[in-house]
């Protein structure tokens, strides 16, 4: 069964600065790899995905992440934060069998500081 | 283009009242289903998922149902609600290895 784990409960970050935040995954095949963002009582929106190819996805937003195989890891970066990007962040293992059941890690709270 | 509806947004309900959400998909055919609880702070808890009409998978024990009348709903009851139903729910659909969220229903049992 695959796992995702989000080591950052919570990261402040300051308006300007760059942000990365980790996701480390693990998944008996190829992962399709997710990041979404959600906003205090909304539902979750999809920044990105990996399905193949280029290790390097660019998203909405501004936002980019990494496919590392090798160390199991998809983190999130930005170069620059804004004050917008406050929100809870979620990585996810997506697949396609076992009814596509995602698994998702349990979210970095972003708050930025002005 | 696919879109998910989920209502209400808000309820407060009292302890021991019935709950029904609702959960409607456009725009595309026999997806899979999912029901999700997000307590306050925690991450996502997948608590019911149907691959089908009239085929529900619980993944936790719980005080809640879910039923798939038609191709598209999804429906999330409760005969009775408890003080713990409280929380953030989530409708999504999936389209190959993607998942695609509603706006969520928050719900206070009171």
């Known amino acids: 069964a695959q796992s995702v784990t989000q080591p950052d409960i919570h990261i402040t970050v300051s308006e300007g600065a760059s942000l990365e935040l980790r996701c480390n995954y693990s998944?008996?095949?190829?992962?399709?790899l997710f990041w979404y963002v959600q906003s205090p009582g909304q539902g979750l929106q999809l920044l990105l995905k990996?399905?193949?190819?280029?290790?390097l996805v660019q998203g909405i937003k501004g936002f980019e992440a990494e496919f590392k195989r090798s160390q199991s890891s998809f983190n999130l970066r930005k170069p620059s934060v804004h004050w917008s990007d406050a929100a809870e962040y979620f990585c996810a293992v997506g697949v396609y069998t076992n009814a596509g059941k995602s698994t998702f890690g349990d979210g970095t709270t972003l708050t930025v500081k002005p | 283009s696919q879109t998910i509806h989920q209502w209400p947004a808000t309820l407060v309900q009292p302890v021991g009242s019935p709950l029904s959400l609702e959960c409607t998909v456009e725009g595309t055919s026999n997806p899979n289903l999912y029901w999700y609880r997000q307590a306050a702070g925690r991450g996502l808890q997948l608590l019911f998922y149907s691959v089908g009409i009239g085929q529900i998978s619980s993944e936790v024990p719980q005080n809640l149902s879910a039923s798939r009348p038609q191709d598209r709903q999804f429906i999330l009851s409760s005969k009775k609600l408890l003080l713990s139903d409280s929380g953030f729910y989530l409708c999504?659909?999936?389209?190959?290895?993607?998942?695609?969220f509603g706006q969520g229903t928050r719900l206070t049992v009171v």
């Open positions: 990996y399905f193949s190819g280029d290790t």
């Open positions: 999504a659909w999936n389209q190959g290895a993607e998942a695609f």
């Open positions: 998944y008996g095949a190829t992962p399709y």
